[in-house]
Structure formats: structure tokens, C-alpha cells
């Protein structure tokens, strides 16, 4: 596969090469490697942001097995291994990626992140602290409050949280799993803060819809939040507070809701019907 201008500039160049008298057929072998490394690395960042994810895999599997010292093949198939989900494969070429001589300290971060996707705290921990603290990057301060998070450190995790959003111009999944943070401390006013500054970055983030729900319910609030919202996401909405509502011991309230959430889903909604059967039998808990 080859982007049009990248043949256009392959073939004026050794047409350009070959016309003058003094050029060499290295200089033209170079100049032709030179637009083939350009457009080798085009094609790799297309098959990361466009290619599906295990077809990337099989794409810088092979470029790694043809060029194993290539760093840049190696970020591609770590970064396509994660979009796979095949996140344990990863780590090994992330470390590999990491200890490479023209290694940079994204890579060191990319590392934790994978470390913690697969669920190795203390390894990515370590990872982050040799860092030295002047990189500063928005990628590192999520994974710092992360870290911070999973150790109740609150006041280190809140810095953390709100240096990373102030390093993105998309921040809506850092407020999303700050409000999180907040939510899970049993503060769910200001969790609700955080959720609905998510949903003004993004409005079509879900997460951050259902999390909203939470912290309302978590206050005794089962009203709809007034966001943006399609007939399907009102009814997972009001299936999400009916549950925290029954949690809380606010059964009618929770009864009322889940026949709300069925009558509003355009389908059948299994998971609430089976939900208020159970709680019309007395199986609540």
C-alpha cells in the first residue's frame, strides 16, 4: 500500500536522480530507501489509528521479525497488542521497547501503563518512580493518580488527576475516572462535578452518563440527569439508579425505576425484567 504522493515523490526522484550526469546508483538506491523508510512509517501509524487491531498485530509482527533493532516496529506492535486486548503480550515488548538504546522515557511510561492494564501494580510503580521527575507528561500523571488511587493516597491522587487534565485538550476519561475516585471515597457531590465536567469535553462518553447516575442515586437524587442521552442509554440510566436505589433501601423507589427503565428501552430489556421479577419475589438484597 503506498499513498499516492509518496509514488510521485519515489518517481521524481529517481527520475531527477537518473537525469543528472554525476549522480551514482547509491545515490539513487539511497534516495529510494530514504521515500520507502518515509513511507513504511506512514503506513505504520495508519494501521494504528485506523487498522483493525489484530491485523496491526500480524502487520508489526512481521516488520519486527524483518527488522528486530527497529524501535519504532516495536511501539506499533506493542501499541496494536493493547487495542487487541492482548494486553500480557504486550508488556514483554513494551520492556523490550523500554531497555532499547534509542529508548525515551514515553516508552517507560508506556510500559506501567501496560503493566497496570495487567494488573501489576508494584512493578508499574517501580517503572514510574525511576522516571526522573522532570518528565512531565500527561500520559504519566494518569497513570501517577492511578497509582495514587489504588493506594488511597487521596490528596496525591487529586494533584495527579488534575495536572493530567491540564495537560490534554481531551480530558473527559481523566475527570470520568477522577469522579470515580471521588464516588468510591463516599463523596458522590463532588463526583457528580467531575462527571458532568467529563460529559462537557464528551458528551457521548457512557461511562461517564452511568457514573453520573450513581452519584446521583448516591445522594438520594433519582432524577435523569439533563445530559445528551438516546432512548436505549435512558433506559441502562434509570436500570443503574433502580439498583443503587434498592442498595440504598429505597425499594419502591427501585421498583417504580426498573418498570421506567423496560417500558423506556426500545427492545426487551432481559436484565430488567429478570431484576424486578427478582425483587417482586423477595430476592433483593
Known sequence: MRHPILVALLSGSVFGLSACQDSSQASVSRAIDSVN????????ELM???????????????????????????????????????????????RRAAQHPEAENDDRVMLADALIRSNNWDEAEKTLNAIPPTHESFDRYRLEAMIADSKQQWSRAD??????????TRPANVFNNWGFSKLTRGNPREAEQLFTQALQ????????????????????????????????E?????????????????VNVGRTLLQDAIETHPQHYDEAVRALRALESGGHG
Do not use: C
Open 48 to 94: 494504528l489509528v485506523a487498522g483493525d487491531p489484530e491485523e496491526a498485530v500480524g502487520f508489526f509482527t512481521a516488520q519486527t521479525e524483518a527488522n528486530p533493532d527497529d524501535i519504532v516496529m516495536q511501539r506499533g506492535l506493542a501499541r496494536s497488542l493493547t487495542r487487541a486486548g492482548r494486553v500480557n503480550e504486550a508488556v514483554p515488548v513494551w
Open 159 to 168: 494533584h495527579f488527576y488534575e495536572t493530567a487534565a491540564g495537560l490534554t
Open 37 to 44: 523508510a518515509i513511507d513504511q512509517q506512514n503506513l505504520a
Open 201 to 232: 469535553h464528551d458528551p457521548n462518553l457512557f461511562t461517564a452518563k452511568n457514573n453520573l447516575a450513581l452519584a446521583r442515586a448516591g445522594q438520594g437524587n433519582y432524577s435523569l440527569p439533563l445530559v445528551q442521552m438516546t432512548q436505549q
Open 234 to 250: 435512558r433506559a441502562k440510566l434509570l436500570f443503574t439508579m433502580a439498583i443503587a436505589a434498592i442498595r440504598k433501601g429505597d
